[in-house]
């Protein structure tokens, strides 16, 4: 089992940046593929970003691509997410996901488990 809160959230405005965070608990963490999703209001959940267990793969949606950075640190079971050059239509709940499988998953069902949320809303 691992649970995962979220923190860093916020109002910004457009050209801004944020550091997203997910502590994790638990000792397998250093085991799980991570990744960061995000849900618009009336819109499905879209993956934004994932990590290997390793740290040593990252994958990204195309729209953040060169925006956005994932990183953890197995040590302090954490992983994060800076944003930078934020835009209006980044608005969203980001949530942040563990999987079990090893490949570069991209699909909420590939995940297990989910924290909360945190809300990024960046003002144009």
């Known amino acids: 089992q691992v649970q995962l809160v979220e923190s860093g959230g916020g109002l910004v405005q457009a050209g801004g940046s944020l550091r997203l965070s997910c502590a994790a608990s638990?000792?397998?963490?250093?085991?799980?593929?991570m990744g960061w999703f995000r849900q618009a209001p009336g819109k499905e959940r879209e993956f934004v970003a994932g990590i290997s267990w390793s740290g040593g793969r990252t994958y990204y949606v195309d729209s953040v691509k060169g925006r956005f950075t994932i990183s953890r640190d197995n040590a302090k079971n954490t992983v994060h997410l800076q944003m930078n050059s934020l835009k209006p239509e980044d608005t969203a709940v980001y949530y942040c996901a563990a999987a079990t499988r090893s490949s570069d998953s991209i699909y909420p069902y590939e995940y297990d488990y989910w924290g909360q949320g945190t809300q990024v809303t960046v003002s144009s």
């Open positions: 638990g000792r397998t963490f250093s085991t799980y593929t």
